[in-house]
Each structure stands twice: as structure tokens, then as C-alpha cells.
Nanobody, 131 residues
Framework: QLQLVESGGGSVQPGGSLRLSCVASGFTLDDYTIGWFRQAPGKEREGISCTDNTDYNVYYAGSVKGRFTISRDNAMNTVYLQMDQLQPEDTATYYC????????????????????????WGLGTQVTVSS
């Protein structure tokens, strides 16, 4: 069974940091485009960072650029999202998604969600930023 499990969410004050993890089981991430998405109550799901299996193809949404960093450890079959300088508007449920690279690109996955329906989603982890 293909599965992604996120962890690392929680409550933090503005300006704080969290590191989300997403562990894959039942498949290996080597041939997958990976994305972090988030959804706040009443808002559409937003692609905030996506990458393929290179060190240079990385997308960040403008709302998180310069504050969030995506990384992957294929040996651990895990993807991370380091979130710094968190703000109340970052409050949301965060999801990771893996889609085979033959289906979509890192840029299309985040900006137009192309191929997302063919991917593996995690169940999400809640991030709350408040004072």
C-alpha cells in the first residue's frame, strides 16, 4: 500500500519555526515529484513548495519564499519542509504529495496542481501560529 505520513506540526508563536517530515512507505521517492500543500479553513488548497529529484528544480510560492525550505532524503524515503519566521497566515493543515515524475513537473504540480489527482497524498498535519 502506497502511503505518506506527515509529522512535525503543532502550535508556535509568530516568528517561530517548525520542521515538517513526510515519510513514504510502499514505494520509493526517487522517481517522484514531491510537493507540500496547505489548506486553511475556507480557502483553496495551495501548492507552497515542490521539487523533483534534482538539487536545483525547486518552486516556492511567493507567500513562503525566503522562509520555507524543502528538502528530501531519498535514503530515508523522507521529504522535509523547514518553516521559519512563521506568521499567523501560515496557519493551515499541511499535506505532502508524491506524483510520478513522468506525470507532471515540479512547477506544474505546485502552480496548477497538474497531476495531483494521480498522486499519493498524506493525511495532513496541523500548523497553528498564534500569540
Amino acid at each position: 500500500q502506497l502511503q505518506l505520513v506527515e509529522s512535525g506540526g503543532g502550535s508556535v508563536q509568530p516568528g517561530g519555526s517548525l520542521r515538517l517530515s513526510c515519510v513514504a512507505s510502499g514505494f520509493t521517492l526517487d522517481d517522484y515529484t514531491i510537493g507540500w500543500f496547505r489548506q486553511a479553513p475556507g480557502k483553496e488548497r495551495e501548492g507552497i513548495s515542490c521539487t523533483d529529484n534534482t538539487d536545483y528544480n525547486v518552486y516556492y510560492a511567493g507567500s513562503v519564499k525566503g522562509r520555507f525550505t524543502i528538502s528530501r532524503d531519498n535514503a530515508m524515503n523522507t521529504v522535509y519542509l523547514q518553516m521559519d519566521q512563521l506568521q499567523p497566515e501560515d496557519t493551515a493543515t499541511y499535506y505532502c504529495l508524491a506524483v510520478q515524475t513522468v506525470i507532471t513537473t515540479w512547477l506544474n504540480l505546485c502552480t496548477s496542481h497538474l497531476g495531483a489527482e494521480y498522486g499519493v497524498w498524506g493525511l495532513g498535519t496541523q500548523v497553528t501560529v498564534s500569540s
